[in-house]
């Protein structure tokens, strides 16, 4: 077995063994990623020239990461896969990756994402598109499709992405490896890039779910810097071997039982839901009419009227892109957006523009957030009935590169099962069930808020079963 091919706890074991150094991690990762990025393109900046020095005694020492394009790096450019931020080099680090840095780990590069998080392909990316490692000719899914791609084809053991609507546990199941979108104030969002500020939040890609956990009890915490997250809810993500579904409840949702799913989804539910039966659960059903009826357009409607704000800042004047020859600001503004903007990311803008116009505001956006409460209050109620919610990821396997952008419409509907979960700020785990041919099978298992620990702990039975996913081929003939 080459070192790449190790698991995050394999590493951080062999490395206190003294089995293997640090630097031959990195050499070992650094060759993979030569060998597989010219088919993968999954990262938008390397950082992987020389290694550099790191915490030794932190709990990540030496482990190499990927971290998503959106997530500030001082000093390193960070483009949110955009051209508007041209080569902006931070001033200051993201929380998230800060942590990392501060417990070991060391930075292979910045991963290709949907421009502003805004896309679900990894295709909208003004650096070109990310292809999947499992099959080059299909989507990694998206918008964190960069970050799940460099974990399933082997550049390092786990990564970090972020999460609006699914950008976590979409790629993560188009990929092949283990995503977690924790709770909402879960993980500070201090550094980074917002879309949409109410329902971004920060989360790990790793190959088992045990590295999950080793990650999120590095990167949770409060943390001054973000007044959303969270200051006295203290959380042990270490492994309990204890742990049990054993007359725990596993719902799933009435109103999307007559939805189509493609077959290898589909029999991956109900093999699912037949092992944790096994395990002792008891498998019910839960009624989520207002989530299945309005959560997709009370989201867009939500997403888009916080990007019109969240993306006013981008000027050409404070950072990023500009330009000099410009007759007065009014051009300047025209000229940088309309350069600096990808063509989703316009969309999205006039979208939220129209949404938050004044004689718009109370029919749209204000219902909005109406509608998101009783979608909120809906989950309370069905996690006061069940402990999980057993859904899809999505409704149909990975489509081809160039292709799926065609259908924005389709592509929105296709997050129906995962946008609620960010509209009630609850957690949600994308678990590998198995493969398709060469294609891997996701479902995704969510929690009540806060509950992110005991997801992380059935998570890891569901995977005694599964089995866990095996590196992609990268593209590599």
Known sequence: MELYELNLLMMTEGLKAKKFSASEIFESCKKRIDACEPSIHALITRTDDTMPTFNENGALAGIPTVIKDNLCTKGLRTTAASKILGNWRPPYDATAWSKLKDAGSILMGKANMDEFAMGNTCGNSAFGPTMNPNDTSLVPGGSSGGSAAAVSAGYVPFSLGSDTGGSIRQPASFCGVYGLKPTYGMVSRYGLISYGSSLDQIGPFARTVRDLQLVMSVISGHDNMDSSS????????SYNEKASVKGKKVALVKEFADFTLDAPIADAMKRTAKILEDEGAVITEVSLPVVSKYAVACYYALAMSEAHTNLERYDGVRLGYTVK????????????????????????????TCLTEPTRCEEYYVAATKVR???????????GETDYILQPVTPSMPGKVGEVDDDAMKGYEADLYTLPVNLAGLPGLSFFT??????????QLIGKRWSDSELLDTGIILENHLGSPRIANGGVK
């Open 230 to 237: 969270f200051s006295d809810r203290p959380h042990d993500f």
């Open 325 to 352: 020859d410009a007759r007065g600001i009014k051009e300047m503004f025209e000229r940088v957006r309309s350069h600096g903007f990808g063509a989703e990311v316009k969309a999205r803008i006039i979208a939220g």
């Open 373 to 383: 409460t009783l979608i909120a209050q809906e989950f309370t109620r069905a996690f």
């Open 434 to 443: 198995g493969y398709a041919g060469n294609l891997p099978v996701g479902l």
